[in-house]
């Protein structure tokens, strides 16, 4: 049986990271420990997801013509990653992200997103032939809202799925052009809140958000609930995939190897359901561990 392509559009950023005892309040500085440099974006994050956890992926982006860039690109490749359409930029920085994470193991990210703000309609529509020939397209916010829905309108045309992770969501709603190509969205709690204009405090909150998304035009919602797991609404009823219970030592990622390991699941042909419980199984596993690429798990690691 041929393989499932699951192709990612977005982000590729190099982290830096500094470990601190708290975030710094507004106007406050405070001294950190120590400082890593580390692979990044919500997209390479994604996409390295699909490549560990068994899946055949191909990425959509664009770095800097430069040091972190070339870096990146180097690094994808030995992921095995199809990178034949990752961009080097001239004359502009690869994205950047400054990520203070705590002793809890929470973070605050401040994105320059550099070339990732480059990536335009035409350069998806030079992987037209790629998104077309994909069973799934995973897609973030972290590039231009118009280049994601020439991506999805190209997937649609090919038949395949396509799933928005709607991070980081962005000050004005998503447009209905961009939500009517989506056939799965994953927010979290806080994306899910101001999605849907509901605060998502508890199960009843959370239902009404999916409700209020759904009405938005995307049939299937998988709200992310950090250590509560996932919510998605079957047959009408609310239902929780719990989290697996494990130590905390840095969230960031989680949520992308959570979209990864979902879309590489559901390329298995695992049902929804199946699916939330293999991803959270996977994003267990990158909260043990600290950084982006670096805490996302292989396919053996996962039980099942
Ligand atoms: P992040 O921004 O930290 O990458 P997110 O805010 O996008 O994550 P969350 O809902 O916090 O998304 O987490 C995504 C998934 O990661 C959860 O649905 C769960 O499977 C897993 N996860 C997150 N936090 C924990 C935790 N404390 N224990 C176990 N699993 C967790
Ligand atoms: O989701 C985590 C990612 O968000 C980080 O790797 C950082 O680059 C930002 O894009």
Redesign the pocket.
Known sequence: MEKTQIVVVG?C???LVISVDHLPAPGETIIGYDFMT?????G??QAVAVARLGGTTAFVARVGDDGFGRQSLELLKEEGIDTSHVLLTPGVAT???M?PVDRHGENS?I?ASGANALLTPQDVEAAGETLKAADIVLMQL?TPVDTLIRAAQLAREGGAKVVLNP??FPKEPLPQELLALVDIITPNETEAGMMAGVSVVDEASALQAIRNIQALGVKHVILTAGSKGAYTVADGTLANIPAVKTEVVDT?????TFCGALCVALGDGKDLTEAIRFANSAAAISVTRRG??RSIPKRGEIGN
């Open positions: 982000s950023n190099t982290d580390n692979q990044g974006g919500k390479a994050n994205g950047v992200a990520i990210i994105v972290e991070a980081p960031t990622a989680a949520g992308d982006a690429w």
